[in-house]
């Protein structure tokens, strides 16, 4: 017998994302249910083979539901979540809200599998931020070997992570400055981002950090080890889907190069692409729909005594989002749930 699943904000980016996923990875479902706001009521979307139409989630009942996956932003997720998980049904929350609360684990499943053992404080299990998801995947093999002091990251986030209206402004911005008469203001964005780079995503906070990176900073300490200092500066870039992140890392112990890329080509999802040569390295483009965190540029920082570089990349509406939720499920199922 399989799981009774629900997927929250099931047209939006994230929601679709999780649906193929959920397909593809041949999750044991018995039953899929697409829940969407009452103005998307109705639309439908796809599950494998199977298109399904939405229902409202105003006044969905759970009961008897396994499994709710929610891509529908903070403040659906604060007023349908407890109702959620209230009624029986373990929520998997894609959104910040139920990040840093302590009664909640947060999860990447190749970093700290074990926590999912503590949803049953809420019901609840939450999903990390898109660029620590791809960033712990990396950071956790080579922690286990050397001890990581301190982490510098640069990140370089696509659109995607904004949600459509952001896509679509790329796209119009795009055509805009080839055709005269055509040119799109800001909306999403403060500025431009058509051929620009911005450094800003989320709220300015009190000591001229934005929200993501104060996020990055906080989740990594919740995931990874609370004694991990970061410090992040976090860009959206005009690529459509796929974030990038150029990481220092600073360890207590001597890691070599070369120890560190055969440790990480072994890590669980992770794909080492890291060739001294023209086109050597993966960039956005060659990783979306694909699964796995790709490293690239592993080398030695000689600045300091115990310190690499290297490369990031990952499908931010996968990994960074979609995919992390279904393997929650997946590791929640095996070690907790046994069903299907």
Same mark, same amino acid.
Request: hydrophobic share 40%.
């Given at each position: 017998m399989g799981y009774k699943v629900v997927v929250c904000g099931a047209t939006g980016n994230v929601g679709r994302e999780m649906l193929n996923i959920l397909a593809e990875r041949q999750f044991p479902a018995d039953e899929v249910v697409a829940l969407a706001s009452r103005k998307s009521m109705g639309t439908e979307v796809t599950f494998g083979e199977t298109t399904l139409k939405t229902k409202d989630l105003d006044t969905f009942d759970f009961a008897g539901y396994d499994i709710a996956f929610f891509a529908v932003g903070s403040d659906a997720t604060k007023k349908y979540a407890p109702v959620a998980a209230k009624a029986g049904c373990v929520v998997i929350d894609n959104s910040s809200l139920y990040r840093y609360d302590p009664d909640v684990p947060l999860v990447v499943p190749e970093v700290n599998p074990e926590a999912v053992e503590g949803y049953a404080k809420k019901n609840i299990i939450a999903n990390p931020n898109c660029s620590t998801a791809q960033m712990v995947v990396a950071l956790k093999p080579l922690h286990d070997r050397a001890r990581i002091k301190r982490v510098v990251v640069s990140t370089y986030q696509?659109?995607? /992570?904004? /949600?459509?209206?952001?896509?679509?402004?790329?796209?119009?911005?795009?055509? /805009?400055v080839y055709v005269p008469g055509?040119?799109?203001e800001p909306s999403v964005y403060p500025k431009q981002i058509a051929f620009n780079v911005?450094?800003?995503?989320?709220v300015f906070m009190e000591d001229g950090s934005t929200k993501e990176e104060?996020?990055?900073?906080a989740e990594t300490k919740k995931i990874v080890d609370p004694k991990i200092k970061v410090t992040a500066t976090c860009v959206r870039v005009p690529v459509f889907v796929g974030h990038s992140e150029a990481i220092n890392i600073e360890f207590e112990d001597f890691l070599d190069e070369d120890e560190a890329r055969?440790?990480?080509r072994e890590a669980p999802g992770i794909m080492v692409i890291d060739k001294r040569e023209s086109g050597g390295y993966v960039t956005p483009v060659e990783c979306v729909g694909?699964?796995?965190t790709f490293i690239s540029?592993?080398?030695?920082d000689s600045t300091i005594e115990n310190g690499l570089n290297l490369w990031c990349v990952s499908d931010n509406l996968r990994k960074g989002a979609a995919l992390n939720a279904v393997q929650i499920a997946e590791t929640l199922g095996a070690r907790v749930l046994k069903k299907g």
């Open positions: 696509s659109v995607s /992570g904004t /949600g459509k209206d952001a896509v679509d402004e790329l796209w119009n911005q795009t055509k /805009g055509q040119e799109v911005i450094p800003h995503i989320d104060w996020k990055m900073v055969d440790i990480l694909d699964f796995a540029r592993i080398r030695q």
